[in-house]
């Protein structure tokens, strides 16, 4: 059964800072890996979708990467601003099925 | 184009009552997802759509829940005789193709509340 975890839960830096959030997955037998934002009261925004080929993806200030092997993903968010506070979420669509399997997110608060 | 629209945004229903939700996905997606989002948990599928057939309900509970999208009108996620437990978001994603293939778009959620 595949496991996401993400790391750190809750996470608060000032304005301008860069920084990493981290997505763990048990099993390596994924399709592809992506990262979603969630606002207050919101539905998901997808960010960035790798697929298993790929080992990063970019999309502005963010900059996504994934290491299949070692199941690990990782999103690099540049020069943080406190508009980019939200919930982020990871999500793995395995290689058969077709759930996207969630971890809980992290929480990011930028603080002007 | 309008996004995944779903409706009604938030849902009160007595215990034993029955509770419809609507999505209608995006211009052009003939490919639905329901997930659901416990207080305190990550997102959790519930069941995977394209129009007319259920391809994947494997995270549907067994009794009281059932899913449609019919050829013409939204998909609907029914929950009969509800209870507290089933207090909750549902989101709705859909997609153009076969998942995995493209991101999912997700709507606002619903947010069923059970008294």
């Known amino acids: 059964k595949q496991e996401v975890t993400q790391i750190p839960a809750a996470l608060s830096v000032p304005e301008g800072e860069n920084l990493v959030l981290n997505c763990s997955f048990t099993?390596?037998?994924?399709?592809?890996l992506q990262w979603f934002r969630q606002d207050p009261g919101k539905g998901l925004t997808s960010l960035l979708l790798?697929?298993?080929?790929?080992r990063e993806q970019t999309s502005g200030r963010l900059n996504a990467s994934l290491d299949k092997s070692s199941g690990r993903s990782t999103l690099y968010i540049a020069a943080s601003q406190p508009g980019d506070s939200a919930t982020y979420l990871c999500?793995?669509?395995?290689?058969?099925?077709?759930?996207?399997?969630f971890g809980e997110g992290t929480q990011l608060t930028v603080n002007p | 184009n309008a996004g995944v629209m779903q409706n009604p945004r938030h849902l009160v229903r007595r215990r034993g009552q029955e509770a419809r939700l609507r999505c209608s996905p995006m211009?052009?997606?003939?490919?639905v997802y329901w997930y659901r989002q416990l207080p305190e948990e990550g997102l959790k599928f519930m069941v995977y759509?394209?129009?007319?057939?259920?391809?994947?309900e494997s995270g549907m509970p067994k009794e009281r829940f059932s899913a449609e999208f019919p050829k013409e009108g939204p998909s609907i996620l029914r929950i009969q005789q509800v209870v507290r437990g089933d207090s909750a978001a549902y989101f709705c994603?859909?997609?153009?193709?076969?998942?995995?293939?493209?991101?999912?778009?997700f709507g606002s959620g619903t947010q069923l509340s059970v008294l």
């Open positions: 759509l394209q129009k007319e057939n259920i391809i994947d």
């Open positions: 994603a859909s997609s153009p193709r076969p998942p995995g293939i493209e991101k999912l778009f």
């Open positions: 099993d390596s037998a994924i399709y592809n």
């Open positions: 790798i697929q298993s080929s790929q």
């Open positions: 999500a793995v669509k395995e290689t058969s099925g077709s759930r996207l399997t």
């Open positions: 211009k052009g997606h003939s490919h």
